[in-house]
């Protein structure tokens, strides 16, 4: 009981000088915000590899699906496509699909006079690429080639 009423008094004598601590400091927030913004800043960063890697997987997807239906167009028709409609209005595609680097269907179609049977009676659209011009950052490879 004795110890308990002189801790009593010290506590009371410095909140009478002003002398008790309570919280943090400025300097502790300061440091615990900053890891805090650090921590953020690098899953940011995953965030945008991871959306990116998204976005060429899909890419891949959808030019392999596409080169699959003008393969299939071509053999069944015995005439290569003219253009990516073509493969809509004859039921090989439900819809063009978005590139996804740029946002539109904008595909650059490549013509050849390559025939892929001895049926074939016209040449026309062979294959298909991304209309994108930027550079994958885990292939180093234009888009606008795969």
Request: charged share 20%; no cysteine.
């Amino acid at each position: 009981m004795l110890l308990q009423t002189r801790t009593t008094a010290r506590i009371q004598q410095k909140r009478s000088n002003g002398l008790i601590e309570a919280g943090f400091t400025l300097i502790e927030l300061m440091i615990v915000i900053t890891i805090i913004l650090i921590l953020i800043g690098m899953a940011a960063q995953r965030y945008e590899k991871s959306v990116q890697h998204a976005r060429e997987a899909t890419m891949k997807q959808d030019l392999w699906v596409m080169r699959q239906a003008i393969d299939n167009y071509t053999l069944d028709k015995q005439a290569a496509p003219q253009s990516l409609e073509d493969l809509v209005q004859a039921g090989y595609l439900r819809q063009v699909p978005k590139d996804p680097m740029t946002g539109a269907a904008d595909w650059t179609p490549q013509y050849d006079s390559v025939v892929l049977s001895a049926e074939q009676s016209s040449t026309g659209m062979v294959d298909v690429h991304s209309n994108s011009a930027l550079v994958s950052p885990f292939e180093n490879t234009p888009y606008n080639e795969w």
